[in-house]
């Protein structure tokens, strides 16, 4: 590949997305267009048919909740009916359905079906394109980052929503991996290291192992419904409140308008008190007054001291959820050599208090917490296309979960543990449980659980010809293979008779390929439409602007004209050519606009030449 | 004693019928009690014939824009009135009433937004105290849109499409109302629209942060203007705003005419 094609890692988060690369071996954040470092996962189609993404999405969501689309890292790899998406159905104001399999899940926004990966990979787009924007040519290679969790469907669901953003996803890593990347850990220490990872909707707790290179995440846990959109709610619901006892009972949480300028603001606020002791709510104009007087201002002082105290029990969840990843584990507080903060909420002063007094230590949090997982991304991306010996550490691809089968009982028995790397090939040896048994049931299970109801079913298929036996005497040797591509193979053969039979199962998001092809085809013509609106915007408003112009010399025209009997028709043309131009303009018919944008611009040089030198009849013309 | 919304109606009513005399009437008490109202002056000189007739206007369309389809509506000429087309900015062509294109388009004082409240569906807080839309008397309907067709005539696109509600309100399914609803509206947009500039243009606080509580604004204004952070365009507002594409140039444009954003 070209040495100086440029790379990015990308943190796809369920509320915020980062890119990242690194230049002159520092990795560092590339900014938004617009100058922000923190794109919104945010998706919507507005009112007016305008397809938005970030920070545009985001500042309508309240107002238009129904037809955006935030959160849909929740969804992506998930199948239809699984808890998770009931779930999430329950907190998601968008429309959410059954795939055209039955199986998978599309979200209706502006009424457009979307595939999850669809969503993901308009988020993915933009931060693309600023990338593009920062280095001045194309992007096509990333690193995005996922939680520890993700089953293989989920991986390859944000995998899907690279390509459909035209990027080659050359790897994908865990999130708190990828934070400890960041944190320059790995290098030099064998030790465990505890990942608080407390963003925008999900707070994730990691405990990895971390030594020689080898990044080894042993438990993960958390709440999926905790983050920093509670605590902005608690700061809105005392807002609402106060201004309901102020304003004879207003509720402002009847207008939509209302409440989304009070979720800007408490967030503002929110993030401000991280820094200072006071922040200022300031909302001029909020609401109607009472009876139709005029509309009324809404003015507050929130101290940190009052932040605290309406978060107490979200910040005391945080630390119970620890507590409990840590027990689980078995692992024990002093065992922890390292505690990173990751995510904005990490910034709250009593959050990194409550992470202190528990840890018996004080967290790491040199890099700003809200950008390290990107960096870390981009540091593995960076690692992957410009390999530079010995320097830099390289993440494996490893199995996200233990791969095994259903066996008697109902438990789940193992054959690829969580964390092996990848291609590999691992065999164990089974025995019929019945005696003369002439087939046996193979169920292909994902997941952490003992109990195979529990884990993920990735398929099944049945071996039959065994030889008949006593229970116990028959040998089936059961293989997994997987290969680079993470293809998993799934064998059974019976050792006695040679009786063979097997599975292939490809980690599926639930789109198919050929609906792949079709979302493809389908962004190349919305990219095609973009464009000619573009195109169309620009000529009108240049259009308008040489209207404009000739309606400003058309009384200097006029009353040149007046004294001289020629160019009397160079008005009515020009009222013609520009009546046309408004007419196109009115029924965006672009080609029409371009037919008359040369009439338009002889008329406005005939107007300036009439205006500054007179009539053709008093200037020899 | 009549308010001077209802003096204006009763006035464009007569003038409908014909009675421009009684029509002149109802418009000089309503000028009396509001005499800066541009909209009532307007009127009045239309009604006293002091605005001069159009020079170089275009020949009136054979099919004006917005005769309703499948039913055409019948033509009403109380007045012989020009019936001017339909234009969306003034147009240096229709050198006459130079007033009247300046009221039509900077219509009232300050930011007239009931009107937008009217046709918005974002509800205010307060429960709305006005009674139901009484039923219309027979043939009040007949009246209002004939008004409302020579109001357009006129240029009066406000003024239209006020009564183009008022029918709808009360039949909403009234094909030639609905036909003018959108000549209105599209009409309408497009004036506010060329009062903006181009779209792409990123607007901006033209006053301090500090003087914004000082000024008369409803709370669909407070929250366009809490938009304009000088990274959005005008574009954008018109997307993030949730509000009907006519509402949102509406209020854009006084927001530029009162020199709170450039």
């Not at chain 1, 304003?247 to 009070?262: E, F, P, S, T």
Request: glycine share 8%.
């Amino acid at each position: 590949m070209n040495e100086n094609e440029p790379f990015i890692g990308i943190d796809l988060g369920t509320t915020n997305s980062v890119v990242a690369t690194v230049i002159d071996g520092v990795p560092r954040v590339i900014a938004s267009r617009t100058g922000q470092t923190l794109t919104p996962s945010v998706v919507a189609v507005a009112r007016n048919g305008k397809r938005l993404v970030g920070h545009m999405a985001k500042r309508q969501a309240i107002t238009n909740p129904e037809n955006t689309a935030y959160a849909a890292k929740r969804l992506i790899g998930r199948r239809w009916g699984s808890p998770e998406v009931e779930d999430a159905r329950k907190a998601l104001p968008y429309e959410v359905v059954a795939g055209p399999e039955g199986n998978d899940i599309r979200a209706v926004l502006g009424g457009r079906t979307f595939a999850i990966p669809e969503l993901s990979a308009l988020v993915l787009a933009e931060l693309k394109a600023d990338a593009e924007a920062f280095f001045g040519r194309r992007v096509t290679k990333a690193v995005i980052t996922v939680p520890a969790y993700f089953n293989d469907g989920q991986r390859q669901g944000t995998k899907d929503a690279g390509r459909i953003a035209g990027l080659e996803v050359v790897r994908i890593i865990n999130e708190p991996t990828s934070a400890a990347l960041a944190y320059g850990f790995g290098k030099q220490m064998e030790k465990k290291v505890c990942v608080i990872d407390l963003g925008g909707g999900t707070f994730d707790v990691s405990i990895l192992d971390v030594g020689k290179s080898v990044y080894d995440v042993i438990a993960v846990g958390g709440d999926t419904y905790l983050g920093g959109e509670d605590f902005d709610r608690r700061v809105m619901d005392w807002l609402v409140f106060s201004f309901a006892q102020e304003h004879q009972g207003i509720d402002l949480r009847q207008d939509k308008m209302a409440l989304q300028r009070l979720r800007d603001a408490a967030e503002r606020a929110k993030i401000e008190l991280s820094e200072a002791p006071q922040a200022a709510i300031h909302l001029p104009f909020l609401a109607s007054g009472a009876e139709g007087k005029a509309a009324v201002h809404l003015d507050r002082q929130l101290s940190r001291e009052k932040l605290e105290e309406l978060t107490k029990d979200l910040v005391d969840r945080t630390i119970q959820v620890a507590e409990r990843t840590l027990r689980d584990a078995g692992v024990r507080v002093g065992q922890i050599g390292e505690v990173l903060l990751v995510g904005g909420m990490t910034r709250m002063p009593r959050v990194q208090q409550a992470v202190r007094h528990h840890f018996g230590r004080e967290p790491s949090r040199g890099v700003h917490p809200e950008e390290v997982v990107a960096l870390g991304a981009a540091i593995q991306a960076h690692a992957l296309l410009h390999p530079q010996k010995g320097k830099e550490v390289l993440l494996l691809d490893v199995t996200p979960q233990n791969l095994g089968i259903m066996v008697v009982g109902g438990y789940f028995s193992t054959v690829i543990p969580r964390n092996t790397t990848v291609p590999t090939s691992q065999s164990h040896l089974f025995t019929t449980v019945l005696d003369n048994q002439s087939s046996v049931r193979i169920a292909v299970l994902q997941g952490a659980s003992d109990k195979a109801v529990e884990n993920e079913l990735l398929g099944e298929f049945v071996l039959e010809g065994i030889r008949p036996a006593r229970r116990g005497e028959v040998e089936i040797e059961i293989n997994f293979d997987i290969s680079a591509d993470g293809i998993v193979g799934v064998s059974a053969r019976d050792s006695g008779t040679g009786s063979r039979q097997s599975i292939t199962v490809t980690a599926t998001s639930g789109l198919t390929e050929a609906e792949m092809r079709r979302i493809l085809e389908e962004n190349l013509d919305e990219m095609l439409t973009r464009r000619q609106v573009g195109d169309f915007e620009r000529l009108r408003d240049r259009t308008q602007a040489v209207i404009a112009e000739i309606e400003g010399l058309s009384p200097r025209v006029l009353e040149a004209l007046a004294k001289s009997k020629f160019g009397k028709d160079a008005v009515s043309k020009a009222e013609d050519v520009v009546g046309r131009a408004r007419e196109a303009i009115q029924a965006r018919d672009l080609q029409q606009m371009i037919a008359v944008e040369e009439q338009l611009d002889r008329a406005l040089q005939l107007f300036k030449g009439l205006a500054a030198g007179g009539a053709p009849g008093q200037k020899g013309g | 004693m009549a308010t001077v919304a209802e003096l204006l109606d009763q006035g464009v009513k007569a003038y409908t019928r014909g009675e421009s005399a009684e029509a002149e009437r109802f418009w000089e008490q309503a000028l009396e009690l509001d005499p800066k109202n541009e909209r009532v002056r307007a009127y009045l000189k239309q009604v006293r014939g002091e605005l001069p007739p159009r020079q170089g206007a275009p020949e009136p369309s054979p099919e004006p824009a917005p005769r309703p389809e499948p039913e055409p509506a019948p033509r009403y000429e109380p007045e012989p009135a020009p019936r001017p087309e339909p234009t969306f900015a003034p147009s240096p062509w229709d050198s006459g009433p130079t007033e009247v294109a300046t009221v039509l388009v900077e219509e009232g004082t300050g930011l007239d937004l009931d009107a937008v409240g009217e046709k918005s569906d974002i509800r205010s807080l307060v429960p709305d105290q006005k009674s139901a839309a009484k039923s219309p008397a027979p043939g009040e309907v007949a009246v209002w849109m004939e008004g409302a067709r020579e109001l357009f005539a006129l240029g009066d696109f406000s003024g239209s499409l006020e009564m183009i509600e008022r029918i709808l309100r009360v039949d909403p399914t009234h094909a030639e109302a609905r036909a003018y609803l959108r000549q209105n509206e599209s009409t309408l947009v497009a004036m506010y629209e060329s009062k903006l500039g181009p779209l792409s243009g990123v607007p901006r606080l033209a006053i301090h942060a500090e003087e914004v509580m000082w000024l008369n604004l409803d709370h669909r204004a407070g929250f366009l203007l809490a938009q304009v952070d000088g990274t959005v365009t005008l574009d954008d507002l018109f997307a993030l705003s949730g509000l009907p594409r006519l509402d949102t140039a509406r209020i854009l444009a006084s927001l530029f005419a009162e020199g709170v954003i450039r």
